[in-house]
C-alpha cells in the first residue's frame, strides 16, 4: 500500500504543477494584453449634433428637427386648445355667468374687506355689499329705461320728420337720384324685409328661451358672487391642493397677482367708463340733445369693451343727435366731444389710473377681443381684455420667480469672484 500511497502523491502533484503552470501561463497573457491595449491610442466616439444625443438624429438637418420639434408640440396644444374651446362652448351657460360673478367680485371685494375690518361678520358683509351692488345697478337701469322712454316718441317724432327729407335730399342732393330710381331702391327694401320674415319671426319665437336662459344665468351670477366674495380664498386653496405640491406655491403667487391685477383693472375701468360717461353726457346736455341721460349711460358701458366700445357708443351718440336735431353742426360738435373725452381717456386717464401693471398693448386688446366676439359675442368682448391683462400678470409673475436651472447655476459657479483683480462687469 505504501508504493500506491506514493504513486497518487506524484500523479497529484505533477496534476497541480501542470494546473499551475496553465495559470501562470494564462494570467502573462493577459498582462501582455492589457499591456498592448494601453500602449494603443484609444479610439474617439463618433461624436453627434450638439443638440442631440442620437447619431440617427444627427443625420436629419438641424433646422427640420427644430422645425419638427416645434410642430408636433404646436399640434398637440392646437387640438387641446380646440377641444377645451369646444367643452366651454357647451357649458358657456355656467362659464359666462361664473366668469362676470368673478369681475363682480374683483371691483366688490374691497368694500366686503372694509366692512370686515369693521368686525362684521363675513356672511352678513358679504350680503350687504351684494344687495347694495344689487340696488345700485337695478336703480340705475331703472333710471335710464324711464328717461329713454319718456324721451322715445320724441326722438321717433324727430326720425319720422327726417326720414320724409330724405327722398328730397336723394333727389336734390349730389346723388341726384330720379323718381324711377328712388321707387326701386324702395322697393328692394321692401324685398328685403319681407325676405327675412322667417328669420324675424324666429327670432321672435326664440325670445322666451333667451329670457329663461338670462334669467337662469342672472341667478347664477348672484349665488356664485356672494360665495366668491365670502369663501373666495377658501375655493382657491382648495384648487391648489389639486395641483402638484413643488407646483402650489409658485401658482399661489401667480394667482393672487392676477387676482389683484383683475381688481386693479376692473375698478380703473369703472372709473375711466364714469368719467368717460360724465363727459359726454355734459356735451350732450349742453348741445340739448335728448335723451342725453339714457346716451350716456350707453356710452358707460360701452367703455367696459376698450377702443371697440366706446367708438360704437359715441358713434350711437352722433347719431342720435343728428336724428334729433336734424342739426348737422350739432352732430358735429357732438363728435368732437367724443374724440376730445376719448383722446384723454386714452392718453391721461388709462396711464394714469391704470398704471403699467395692468396695461396692455394696443394689438393685443383688438386681437383679444376679436377673439371674444368670435366665441362669446359681446360677453366674449367683455370678459376677453380683463382675462388678458391676468394671464399677462400671471405669467411675468411665473417667469420672474421660476428657479435658476443647473445650466445657469453652473454658469455662476465658473465666474470668478469679483475683486481687484477681477472688478465686476
Known sequence: M??????KANVRRAYEASRAGVRARREQE?????????????????????STSSRDDADVPYALRIGAAWGWRLIILGFALYYLLQLMGKVSLVIVPLLIALLLAALLSPAVRLLKRKRVHSSLATAIVVVAGLGAVVG??????????DGLPQLIDK????????PGWLKTGPLHLTD????????????????????????ALTTATTLIEVLSGLFLVIF???????????????LLKLLPKNAREPLDRAGVAG?????????????????????????LVVLRVPLALPLAALVFLGAFIPIVGATLSGAVAVLVALIATNNWVTALLVLAAVIAVQQIEGHLLQPLIMGRAVALHPLAVIIGIAAGVSLAGIIGALIAVPLIAVLNTAIRQLVGARPPTNAEVAAVAVQPAAGPENPPK
Open 2 to 7: 505504501g508504493r500506491l500511497d506514493n504513486f
Open 30 to 50: 493577459e498582462r501582455e494584453r492589457r499591456q498592448a491595449e494601453q500602449a494603443l491610442p484609444a479610439a474617439e466616439p463618433e461624436q453627434a449634433h450638439h
Open 259 to 283: 387676482w389683484r391685477s383683475l381688481g386693479s383693472y376692473v375698478r380703473a375701468t369703472v372709473l375711466v367708463a364714469f368719467i368717460d360717461a360724465v363727459g359726454i353726457g355734459i356735451a
Open 159 to 166: 326720425g319720422t320728420e327726417g326720414a320724409k327729407k330724405i
Open 140 to 149: 340705475t337701469l331703472w333710471l335710464v329705461i324711464s328717461q329713454f322712454l
Open 180 to 203: 324711377q330710381q328712388l321707387d326701386n331702391l324702395i322697393k328692394q327694401f321692401t324685398d328685403m324685409i319681407n325676405a327675412n320674415k322667417d328669420a324675424l319671426t324666429t327670432g
Open 224 to 238: 356664485s358672487l356672494f360665495f366668491f366674495l365670502r369663501d373666495g380664498r377658501s375655493i382657491w386653496r382648495f
